[in-house]
């Protein structure tokens, strides 16, 4: 049984360009939460997805948008990249009625 | 009141040794507190988590601390080994799985020696 698989693993962008990362859930998951994990930090919660539907946000501005397809499989976007935007960007999924969230290895963004 | 507080930053244990982590929380709605443990190049891992209702949980190793009216709670690793050295993080959320958004503590770098 795969686990969480996200892609690219690695992405260098320039500034004020767009991004698209994107992730695919362990088997029969229906949930897909985005989290960014700067470096040294703790992974913040960016939004989360269920039913197709963002179903909560953290605080992130409208830069960062998503979607989740029927295949339950996600995709996070980000607009006019800024510096500041570097980071490992990390995907978690789970199935309705179960406690755990389980994470992907990431896509580390370097934007310059 | 959303904030999640983890010390140490890093923790340099001998071999088996306890390493102990401890977490802070504000926010009494939090209901669900797990542990993560992350490698270089990694995603994070759960290692084990608990609900309110009890004080301490214990899978192998790694048992979990819960004190409900300090709002705290810690990791505890026994008997530490080189293969334990990693990034440990607390969490809290409101709900858990797929209604909870995890709030994750700053992480402690565990170096276990040899």
């Known amino acids: 049984d795969a686990g969480v698989t996200q892609s690219p693993t690695h992405l260098i962008k320039t500034r004020g360009q767009q991004v698209t990362l994107r992730c695919s859930p362990k088997s029969g998951h229906d949930t897909v939460s985005w989290y960014q994990q700067a470096l040294g930090q703790g992974p913040q919660f960016i939004f989360q997805?269920?039913?197709?539907?963002?179903?909560q946000r953290g605080n992130f501005p409208d830069r960062f948008s998503g979607h989740q397809f029927p295949n339950y499989s996600s995709e996070l976007n980000v607009n006019a990249l800024l510096l500041g935007d570097s980071a490992l960007y990390l995907c978690a999924s789970s199935r309705s009625g179960q406690e755990t969230q389980y994470f992907g290895p990431g896509t580390r963004l370097l934007v310059l | 009141q959303q904030q999640v507080k983890q010390s140490p930053q890093s923790l340099i244990v001998q071999k088996g040794g306890i390493s102990i982590i401890n977490c802070a929380y504000e926010?009494?709605?939090?209901?669900?507190f797990p542990w993560y443990q992350q490698f270089p190049g990694k995603g994070p891992a759960l290692l084990i988590a608990?609900?309110?209702?009890?004080s301490e949980k214990k899978e192998g190793r790694f048992t979990i601390s819960f004190n409900k009216s300090a709002k705290q709670f810690s990791l505890h690793i026994m008997d530490s080994q080189p293969g334990d050295s990693a990034t440990y993080f607390c969490?809290?959320?409101?709900?858990?799985?797929?209604?909870?958004?995890?709030?994750f503590g700053q992480g402690t770098t565990l170096q276990v020696k040899p």
């Open positions: 969490a809290a959320s409101k709900g858990s799985g797929n209604t909870g958004k995890l709030i």
């Open positions: 608990i609900r309110p209702d009890v």
């Open positions: 926010n009494t709605a939090f209901d669900y």
């Open positions: 997805y269920y039913e197709e539907e963002e179903r």
